[in-house]
């Protein structure tokens, strides 16, 4: 896997994938940014919250469960010290469809969090991540 930022000035980097797809990564006012896009941890949870939902709606269609809307809050508490590293992750699945099974979602998430997502295991490394859900008809 490649990638490559370039500086927009600023706090701002225009991060591009290999596929040419982009993203606008920002950082605080307070440094320099102008709130154009997410600041550098805000993505690292966004792709952490995107590789986690993936799997779990994978593993749930899989089991021909037909789900018609998922959402995933993330909240977050880091080190006061540098490096900020995350210490406290807590994710809500909020996951609506028919006929679903509480326990066939807890499933799906516990195997993206202890086996299938890569970004949530790697940063499980200095963070406690908990996961909640709710299942909406």
């Known amino acids: ?8 000035g600023g706090a701002a ?3 591009e994938s290999e596929n040419g797809r982009t993203i606008l990564i920002d950082g ?3 440094g320099g940014g102008r709130n154009l896009g997410p600041r550098p941890m805000e993505t690292l949870l966004l792709g952490m919250g995107a590789c986690m939902s993936y799997d779990v709606l994978s593993i749930l269609k899989k089991s021909r469960k037909e789900i018609s809307d998922c959402r995933i ?13 995350f210490t406290d992750i807590r994710v809500h699945f909020i996951i609506s469809g028919t006929d679903l ?5 807890e499933r799906a998430i516990n195997l993206s969090a202890e086996k299938y997502c890569s970004a949530s295991i790697m940063l499980g490394k200095t ?3 908990t996961h909640t859900f709710e299942i909406r008809e």
């Open 1 to 8: 896997m490649n990638t490559s930022l370039t500086w927009a």
């Open 127 to 129: 963070a406690e991540i």
């Open 13 to 15: 980097f225009v991060g």
């Open 28 to 30: 605080p006012p307070e």
């Open 101 to 105: 099974k509480a326990a066939q979602v």
């Open 73 to 85: 809050e993330i909240s977050s508490i880091r080190a006061d010290e540098h490096p900020r590293v």
